[in-house]
């Protein structure tokens, strides 16, 4: 039972433009959630964060949405560079703490110059 | 500052042996994490020890286990291996009584294939 879903496993966008990555989950008692981004052979990074008491959370060009009431967060990337090109995770936790993570299964985003 | 180390980057295996992954977290991290990057699976919660101790830990059998030892650098065991346990096995650490910590710090993983 997935409950973390990135359900589009690959983006292609072009440089300069907006990336939009997408993730829904199922469980209501996720109030913490976190993208990481992930390039070959090394370990995911962490990259923007959002606790379920916003909607919104920026940081440079980095943007996460949150609608609670339908259980979708979004990753905004703008403008997107060739180095934005990686896996990114969306991960969920029941607490602000986040010792217990779940991950969704990734979206690769291709950068097209 | 060195980040999370994991060894051996790469492990064979056979079915029925055991492998023993290890890792060293960051310098002062007392907490560590590990998860196991199965394909179509995203990133699976297995185990989490803090100050030696196992603290929580996901939906796996028991032939997964683990340690952690008073320098904070952890081991995780498979018994029995599985054909399905072939997955790359990430480590995180972070500072566990930090509540404004917000991220785990990952290694690179070590890559197990169980043949």
């Known amino acids: 039972d997935q409950q973390v879903k990135q359900n589009s496993p690959s983006l292609s966008v072009q440089e300069g433009r907006i990336s939009i990555l997408n993730c829904d989950y199922t469980?209501?008692?996720?109030?913490?959630f976190l993208w990481y981004k992930k390039y070959p052979a090394e370990g995911p990074t962490f990259l923007i964060s959002?606790?379920?008491?916003?909607d919104k959370n920026e940081d440079g060009r980095f943007t996460v949405f949150l609608n609670k009431s339908a259980k979708h967060l979004s990753l905004h990337i703008v403008p997107s560079q060739p180095g934005d090109s990686a896996v990114y995770f969306c991960a969920a936790s029941e607490d602000f703490g986040n010792e217990k993570l779940t991950f969704g299964t990734g979206t690769r985003l291709t950068i097209i110059p | 500052e060195a980040g999370v180390t994991q060894s051996p980057t790469h492990l064979i295996k056979t079915r029925g042996q055991q492998a023993t992954l290890r890792c060293s977290p960051i310098s002062g991290h007392t907490s560590v994490y590990w998860y196991q990057q199965a394909l179509g699976l995203g990133l699976q919660f297995l185990l989490w020890?803090?100050?030696?101790?196992?603290?929580n830990r996901g939906n796996f059998p028991p032939r997964f286990s683990g340690r952690q030892f008073p320098n904070y650098s952890s081991e995780l065991n498979v018994n029995a291996l599985e054909l399905e346990d072939s997955a790359l096995y990430l480590c995180a650490s972070s500072l566990a009584n930090d509540r404004d910590q917000e991220t785990q710090y990952f290694g690179p993983g070590t890559r197990l294939l169980v043949l």
């Open positions: 469980n209501s008692m996720f109030d913490y």
């Open positions: 959002i606790s379920s008491i916003k």
């Open positions: 020890y803090d100050e030696g101790e196992e603290r």
